[in-house]
């Protein structure tokens, strides 16, 4: 906890980051604040009155990337193997959220349980928890697993990393085939777009044939020979072409051109011209009539063919899903670090031992009721949309850039909505929903359960299983940050369905890439900046992110840009004015003995289960 110090002198310094909520003599500042002169009291309620939503915050000055959404510091935690949620708990001592956020670890409540039994009791021990929990309204979900084999285990190794070299092999054959059905597709499509250029032709042709006997000239008549095409006699009458395609303009509509003094009189041509224009006449009307039927038994043709090719394309696509989702979710632990071979003091395949590892991280939490919690500062209302406290608050927004970052997706607010609009309905797969609106805390339990399996060589060696829970760690969490959890869970979802449509190049992926292109070529729009509401401009508008700074709202070029200006005497007295948040706030007095107490006995109900199934003491 973070004290004030004292000067030489005796004069009261408070530290640039202290967390207002959690200094356990608040009566000093009280004292201090009764001691101002009325006119710098007036001035620390004058300020806090203007700027509600920018007393607290999380935001440090340098190393924020603002592109981004994250700090400078969290990129290479966030590209290695942490989630969003353990970078959040590391990040924690240096950004108090206390207030903002209730998440609070006691650490007596770490435990390792270590298992080594018969080869098939490690997972009937893992299986007979995951089952039972639901019947304590537990939610349950995975959120990682990884798996090594070593190929001196031979039997699993056939049947575990055989079979994922099974589906890669499907996977190449399934995508081989729908880029053959591509490449096939777009040549139809091609030929389709001709034909149904033709056909258009036709459909002119029926008030002015221009058109259609320029196609004639270019296309037919072009290729009849040196002299007797056109193109050639154009050489003896300039105006040969022209008056050909005359023949078919609207002003003439009707005529049959059957006569030689007809055609000679009418279009004002030669009499020799006009007896070739009476022969290249009569060849077009024949070419029209016996063309016209083939262009539309063609395109008919070729129109069945396009799209039984398309949705085999689609299919394709389809039938590949199932098999890249199966193989992601394969993954091998050496995958990150293949080197980790050379040091790993538990691979050691020149001992003779058969050994398999496989991790897997598990979240398990349901609500709890605190004694004589403190009373939130919000109540249900219409705008908290039938909760107690809305739970997507400016905590959750701040912290939902992190995990757009850690796995390339976009997060809308009503992708937030329609998760909690999820998390609160019960589905056929759960017992309990996820969330509720009633509750604002939960307990909630992160298992990293590791399960060695081990064969060792004869005359001495056994099958043996061992499970290790490496380590259960208990926590009680404010409902924002169970909706960070599940946040960072869909996120996961998005970002594999993104990788498989990405992979087998779904229509989706088309379609984001064509909006980027039309996008390039439209001239940019100015967006409208509309009006936010209070909460949605808290954290983002002035901000004092405990470090002793304020940050002013200033206008360039029409834009709206911050720039800070320090302000400690402000800061050392916004706690008697301003909570931090809607959340407990008083820590070290309430949070770390009524809530931690309140879990005892959930964490012993679990650990208790466990070791009982683990035969401890028996």
Same mark, same amino acid.
């Given at each position: ?39 710098? @009291? ?12 920018? =007393? ?25 193997? +942490? ?28 435990? =390792?349980?270590?298992? #080594? ?106 290729? #009849? ?54 022969? !290249? ?46 193989? @992601? ?18 691979? #050691? ?17 349901? =609500?709890? @009721?605190?004694?004589?919690?403190? !009373? ?16 997507? +608050? ?20 009503? +992708?937030?909505?329609? %998760? ?29 359960? %590791?399960?060695?399996? %081990? @064969? ?12 290790? =829970? ?85 206008? #360039? ?62």
């Amino acid at each position: 906890m973070l004290m004030a110090k004292k000067k030489k002198g005796g004069e009261e310094a408070f530290p640039k980051r202290t967390d207002w909520t959690s200094v356990k003599k608040p009566q000093k500042g009280a004292a201090a604040f009764r001691r101002l002169t009325p006119g710098e @009291r007036e001035k620390i309620k004058q300020f806090i009155t203007e700027n509600p939503e920018g =007393i607290f915050g999380d935001k440090k000055e340098g190393d924020y990337d603002k592109k981004e959404g994250v700090y400078k510091k969290e990129v290479s935690l966030l590209d290695g193997g +942490d989630m969003v949620i353990d970078v959040l708990r590391k990040s924690s001592p240096d950004e108090p959220i206390t207030g903002e956020a209730v998440g609070g670890q006691p650490l007596e409540m770490d435990v =390792i349980l270590d298992f #080594t039994g018969l080869r098939g009791s490690g997972s009937n021990i893992y299986h007979a928890l995951i089952y039972q929990v639901p019947k304590w309204t537990y939610s349950v979900m995975k959120a990682d697993e990884s798996l090594l084999v070593s190929p001196v285990y031979a039997d699993l190794y056939n049947l575990v990393i055989g079979q994922k070299q099974k589906i890669e092999a499907s996977i190449k054959t399934g995508l081989t085939s729908a880029a053959q059905a591509v490449a096939d597709y777009e040549l139809l499509a091609h030929d389709a777009r001709r034909y149904g250029e033709i056909l258009d032709y036709f459909k002119e042709g029926k008030t002015d044939e221009h058109v259609l006997r320029s196609l004639f000239v270019d296309r037919v008549d072009a290729f #009849t020979g040196e002299g007797y095409s056109l193109i050639t006699m154009a050489k003896r009458w300039p105006t040969i072409i022209t008056d050909f395609i005359r023949m078919g303009s609207p002003d003439f509509k009707g005529e049959e051109w059957t006569d030689v003094k007809d055609i000679h009189a009418k279009l004002d041509v030669s009499m020799a011209e006009a007896t070739v224009l009476k022969t !290249k006449d009569r060849i077009f009307k024949e070419w029209k009539a016996t063309f016209f039927p083939a262009v539309k038994e063609r395109f008919a043709r070729i129109q069945s063919l396009l799209q039984a090719r398309r949705r085999s394309v689609e299919e394709y696509r389809n039938w590949l899903k199932p098999y890249i989702a199966k193989y @992601r979710t394969m993954k091998e632990a050496d995958e990150a670090n293949p080197a980790a071979w050379v040091t790993d003091a538990y691979t #050691t395949p020149g001992f003779g031992q058969s050994e398999a590892m496989v991790t897997t991280r598990l979240w398990m939490w349901k =609500i709890f @009721r605190v004694w004589e919690s403190g !009373k939130p500062s919000y109540y249900k209302e219409p705008k908290q949309k039938g909760w107690v406290l809305y739970p997507y +608050d400016d905590f959750v927004r701040r912290w939902k850039r992190r995990i757009e970052y850690k796995y390339n997706v976009k997060i809308e607010d009503k +992708d937030v909505e329609a %998760l909690l609009k999820y998390a609160t309905t019960r589905q056929l797969s759960q017992e309990f929903p996820l969330m509720t609106n009633d509750f604002m805390y939960y307990i909630f339990f992160d298992f990293n359960v %590791l399960l060695s399996l %081990l @064969r060792t060589p004869p005359p001495e060696g056994m099958e043996t299983d061992n499970l290790m =829970i490496f380590p259960l760690r208990t926590f009680y969490i404010s409902q924002n940050i169970l909706l960070l959890n599940l946040l960072e869970l869909r996120a996961k979802e998005s970002a594999l369905i993104h990788y498989i449509d990405e992979l087998i190049g779904a229509s989706s992926i088309e379609s984001d890439i064509l909006a980027h292109v039309e996008e390039e070529f439209e001239p940019a729009k100015k967006e409208k900046a509309g009006a936010l509401n209070t909460l949605a401009r808290a954290g983002s508008r002035v901000r004092a992110a405990l470090t002793g700074k304020i940050l002013y709202e200033v206008s #360039t070029d029409g834009k709206k840009t911050y720039v800070s200006s320090p302000n400690t005497f402000v800061m050392r007295f916004a706690h008697l004015f301003v909570r931090p948040g809607p959340y407990e706030s008083v820590f070290y007095e309430r949070v770390s003995k009524m809530y931690s107490r309140a879990i005892g006995q959930y964490y012993g109900q679990m650990t208790g289960y466990i070791k009982d199934k683990m035969h401890v003491g028996q």
